[in-house]
């Protein structure tokens, strides 16, 4: 069965700093991953998705993660943290040969000027 | 790009009531919708999927004859809590999907609140 693991519940940086969300997987093949980024009182919107391509996902706003088979993690990360940045991102990983996905618990990330 | 929208944003209902949330997908076709729902400083939990046309499919645990799911046309679908009670209350989320698989467009949610 998939299931994905944020290991952080709360992130904090400073502004202008690197950003480094975990995101661990599980799953008997090779899966679909996806980072989404959730704003208050807005919909989801997709950062970044890793579908067996390239294991190296840019995404959009400067963030992109890496898919490391070995360690089965696929991390998030940017080089400089910004002030819009702050919000709750969401790990994702999908059902074989569905639409459905499952969601890990979600990581706060926090950025102080 | 493609843009889902709910209605309403915010709803407040007595206990022992009805209320219909209605997800949209406003420029494209939507094969498929979704239904999750987002205890507060939790993750999104699927409820449900629905397909066109027929009837939607529950994940365990997920009771049919409270959550009435209708995806009557590809661009709507509606999420009614029959009988509604406090412990009801929460953030539903739709999110709809084409053809290109494993690709979603969540809307902005809906916070219920039963009194």
């Known amino acids: 069965a998939q299931s994905v693991t944020q290991l952080d519940s709360h992130v904090s940086v400073s502004e202008g700093t690197p950003v480094l969300l975990r995101c661990n997987y599980s799953?008997?093949?090779?899966?679909?991953l996806f980072w989404y980024v959730q704003h208050p009182n807005k919909g989801l919107q997709l950062l970044l998705k890793?579908?067996?391509?390239?294991?190296l996902v840019k995404g959009i706003n400067g963030f992109e993660a890496e898919f490391k088979k070995s360690e089965t993690s696929f991390h998030l990360t940017k080089p400089s943290a910004h002030m819009s940045d702050a919000a709750e991102y969401f790990c994702?990983?999908?059902?074989?040969?569905?639409?459905?996905?499952?969601f890990g618990t979600g990581t706060r990330l926090q950025v102080f000027p | 790009g493609a843009v889902v929208s709910q209605h309403p944003s915010r709803v407040i209902c007595k206990s022992g009531t009805s209320v219909k949330i209605e997800c949209r997908s406003l420029?494209?076709?939507?094969?498929?919708m979704f239904w999750y729902r987002q205890f507060p400083k939790q993750s999104l939990m699927l409820m449900a999927t629905?397909?066109?046309?027929?009837?939607?499919?529950?994940e365990q645990g997920v009771e049919k004859d409270k959550f009435l799911i209708n995806h009557a046309s590809l661009t709507l679908s509606t999420l009614t809590v029959t009988s509604a009670h406090p412990e009801d209350s929460s953030f539903y989320i739709c999110?709809?999907?084409?053809?290109?698989?494993?690709?979603?467009?969540f809307g902005p949610g809906t916070r219920l609140t039963v009194t």
């Open positions: 999110s709809a999907s084409d053809r290109v698989p494993n690709e979603q467009y």
């Open positions: 799953s008997s093949y090779s899966p679909s």
């Open positions: 890793y579908t067996s391509a390239a294991t």
């Open positions: 994702v990983v999908s059902y074989y040969n569905t639409d459905k996905l499952i």
């Open positions: 420029d494209f076709q939507a094969t498929t």
């Open positions: 629905s397909n066109e046309g027929s009837k939607a499919t529950y």
